[in-house]
């Protein structure tokens, strides 16, 4: 591997103490897996060459919020010409969204989804109103379909991600398969649509036709506008309590197996977002726990060091509390889960 290969972007980070933004440009040098930082404004070395190990090629996007020795920061553009071409040509962003029929088996989709390579940007369980699933389905005005579409749509809670890998909108209309399930079970049994599908509208799930059509679509799920979109799912009944899946399970790709797990052991998860925390956010979610263990710096560190997904769950099993479902803090035997309302260490 060439040990000389790098490759530069422009990154900011928010300064806490200063209330500003700083610039870096950062430089990863894939051969070593060694990253340096240069301060933008000063034009001085803020970060000599350094190994580390928790920074991969995989992370670097455009848009991605990355950790470097606990400074979180968001990659806003390409540093060269040679980074732009090498990483940037093909790397796209699509819509996928799971509907009601499939959101049972969300885990077994995201599961697919991970091992073909995505990355996952956002996500967020929702409900949609008329007026937004006929938003959604507005290429489908003239079919006579169109009403069955929009009462399918909005029967239930959907969960819609935003996914991200080269030639993501091919890729995912691959993984899905043909829109109609019976068909897809014929000619592409391994497809979402084959596996989880019923029919023509009961299919599972759903992705863009291109580029532009996922950049809409997307728009309509996850508004760049700072409105809030869809209505979540949460319940916020009595019966429900707060499980957060970590950084490093997310990074990992085990999001899908958790969420079946959790469904197994019988709860039901009513509500569902992905997260950034910045550290102030993660010490005031930590507070009671500071003083208290040791490993608090370390978890703290590790709660903003990439997105979490948190979850509503139902606690409706009688067996068991979700609490002791989660297992011990010691992630042997254990869920790299943390879970709210209990006095202990999570």
């Given at each position: 591997?060439?040990?000389?290969?790098?490759?530069?972007?422009?990154?900011?980070?928010?300064?806490?103490?200063?209330?500003?933004?700083?610039?870096?440009?950062?430089?990863?040098?894939?051969?070593?897996?060694?990253?340096?930082?240069?301060?933008?404004?000063?034009?001085?070395?803020?970060?000599?060459?350094?190994?580390?190990?928790?920074?991969?090629?995989?992370?670097?996007?455009?848009?991605?919020?990355?950790?470097?020795?606990?400074?979180?920061?968001?990659?806003?553009?390409?540093?060269?010409?040679?980074?732009a071409r090498q990483l940037g040509s093909k790397k796209e962003k699509?819509?996928?969204?799971?509907?009601?029929?499939?959101?049972?088996?969300?885990?077994?989709?995201?599961?697919?989804?991970?091992?073909?390579?995505?990355?996952?940007?956002?996500?967020?369980?929702?409900?949609?109103?008329?007026?937004?699933?006929?938003?959604?389905?507005?290429?489908?005005?003239?079919?006579?379909?169109?009403?069955?579409?929009?009462?399918?749509?909005?029967?239930?809670?959907?969960?819609?991600?935003?996914?991200?890998?080269?030639?993501?909108?091919?890729?995912?209309?691959?993984?899905?398969?043909?829109?109609?399930?019976?068909?897809?079970?014929?000619?592409?049994?391994?497809?979402?649509?084959?596996?989880?599908?019923?029919?023509?509208?009961?299919?599972?799930?759903?992705?863009?036709?291109?580029?532009?059509?996922?950049?809409?679509?997307?728009?309509?799920?996850?508004?760049?506008?700072?409105?809030?979109?869809?209505?979540?799912?949460?319940?916020?009944?009595?019966?429900?309590?707060?499980?957060?899946?970590?950084?490093?399970?997310?990074?990992?790709?085990?999001?899908?197996?958790?969420?079946?797990?959790?469904?197994?052991?019988?709860?039901?998860?009513?509500?569902?977002?992905?997260?950034?925390?910045?550290?102030?956010?993660?010490?005031?979610?930590?507070?009671?726990?500071?003083?208290?263990?040791?490993?608090?710096?370390?978890?703290?560190?590790e709660m903003y060091s990439g997105p979490c997904v948190a979850m509503?769950?139902?606690?409706?099993?009688?067996?068991?509390?979700?609490?002791?479902?989660?297992?011990?803090?010691?992630?042997?035997?254990?869920?790299?889960?943390?879970?709210?309302?209990?006095?202990?260490?999570?």
């Open positions: 591997m060439n040990h000389s290969e790098r490759f530069v972007f422009i990154a900011e980070w928010f300064d806490p103490n200063a209330s500003l933004f700083r610039r870096y440009e950062l430089l990863f040098y894939p051969g070593d897996g060694s990253v340096e930082m240069h301060d933008v404004k000063n034009h001085r070395t803020f970060l000599k060459r350094t190994k580390y190990e928790d920074l991969h090629l995989e992370d670097l996007f455009i848009g991605n919020k990355v950790n470097i020795f606990s400074r979180q920061l968001v990659l806003l553009d390409y540093g060269d010409q040679y980074t699509t819509l996928a969204l799971i509907k009601p029929d499939a959101v049972s088996k969300a885990g077994e989709i995201i599961e697919i989804i991970n091992k073909a390579g995505f990355t996952l940007t956002k996500l967020k369980m929702m409900t949609l109103s008329r007026k937004e699933a006929t938003d959604f389905h507005i290429d489908h005005q003239s079919r006579p379909f169109l009403n069955e579409l929009i009462q399918f749509i909005t029967s239930g809670p959907i969960i819609a991600m935003e996914i991200l890998r080269d030639d993501a909108v091919c890729e995912w209309k691959r993984l899905l398969g043909p829109a109609n399930s019976g068909l897809a079970r014929t000619d592409a049994p391994e497809s979402i649509r084959a596996l989880f599908g019923t029919d023509g509208i009961k299919n599972a799930a759903h992705g863009p036709d291109s580029f532009a059509c996922a950049a809409r679509e997307m728009e309509l799920f996850f508004p760049s506008s700072g409105v809030c979109g869809p209505a979540n799912t949460a319940k916020f009944t009595n019966c429900t309590t707060c499980c957060i899946v970590k950084p490093h399970a997310v990074s990992e790709g085990l999001l899908g197996k958790i969420l079946m797990t959790i469904r197994d052991a019988g709860f039901e998860i009513s509500a569902m977002q992905m997260f950034n925390m910045d550290r102030i956010n993660v010490e005031e979610f930590y507070e009671v726990y500071k003083g208290v263990v040791s490993e608090y710096n370390e978890m703290v560190t509503e769950i139902q606690q409706t099993n009688p067996t068991m509390t979700f609490r002791e479902f989660c297992g011990p803090a010691d992630p042997v035997g254990s869920l790299p889960l943390h879970h709210l309302g209990s006095p202990h260490y999570p």
